[in-house]
């Protein structure tokens, strides 16, 4: 696969590695007969160890398919986090670091996320765009506080911590996105 075809996750081989795709920057310069540069952010897979690379626009290479399997969070089994297959009901068992940093947006039943599968083994998870948490322990609501945009730390039932506005009690269900860990409305 050529560079300019590489898009967002996107999987690809380099060094005898499989990598997958998080970030593409392009740059062409402004001179004649300058040739665009393609910056790739890439993580391994599995392993999720960052490398940047930089390509021309017809350097190759091979792209590696990776599978996707529709699954529903099932349970903790010591560490590892069991998810199951919608359609078979096959257990996906993904160790914490696999999981990495998602561990905090999973909750029991958490359902719309994918499994990716390198030679039906699973190397990646893919959690929907928004989750539906509870807020644990946050600071009292104020008076006028639905006037302004400060926000204020909170705990949520997960563990995580986010900044989210004042109106927001204790209690509360609020959806936060997967993608940049905030605060995305009320649930």
């Known amino acids: 696969m050529k560079a300019y075809d590489m898009k967002r996750g996107t999987a690809v081989e380099h060094d005898g590695r499989i990598w997958q795709i998080k970030d593409v920057e392009r740059s062409a310069p402004t001179g004649r007969g300058?040739?665009?540069t393609y910056r790739f952010s890439m993580y391994s897979v599995p392993g999720?160890?960052?490398l940047d690379l930089s390509?021309?626009?017809?350097?190759?290479?091979?792209e590696v398919e990776l599978s996707r399997r529709a699954v529903t969070f099932s349970y903790m089994d010591?560490?590892?986090f069991v998810f199951l297959d919608i359609?078979?009901?096959?257990?996906y068992t993904l160790d914490p670091d696999l999981v990495?940093?998602?561990a905090g947006y999973i909750t029991e039943g958490l359902e719309e996320c994918f499994v990716r599968l390198l030679d039906e083994l699973p190397v990646g998870l893919q959690l929907p765009p928004n989750?539906?948490?509870?807020?644990?322990?946050?600071?009292p609501e104020l008076k006028g506080a639905t006037a302004?945009?400060?926000?204020?730390?909170?705990?949520?039932?997960?563990?995580?911590?986010i900044m989210v506005p004042e109106y927001v009690v204790n209690g509360e269900k609020i959806l936060v996105s997967t993608t940049t860990g905030e605060f995305a409305g009320r649930a």
């Open 34 to 36: 300058g040739n665009t």
């Open 48 to 50: 999720n160890v960052k």
């Open 55 to 62: 390509l021309r626009a017809d350097d190759d290479l091979p």
């Open 78 to 80: 010591g560490e590892a």
């Open 87 to 91: 359609e078979d009901f096959t257990p």
């Open 100 to 102: 990495g940093e998602n």
């Open 131 to 139: 989750v539906t948490l509870q807020v644990v322990e946050t600071a």
């Open 148 to 161: 302004t945009k400060r926000p204020k730390p909170a705990k949520l039932n997960t563990g995580i911590e």
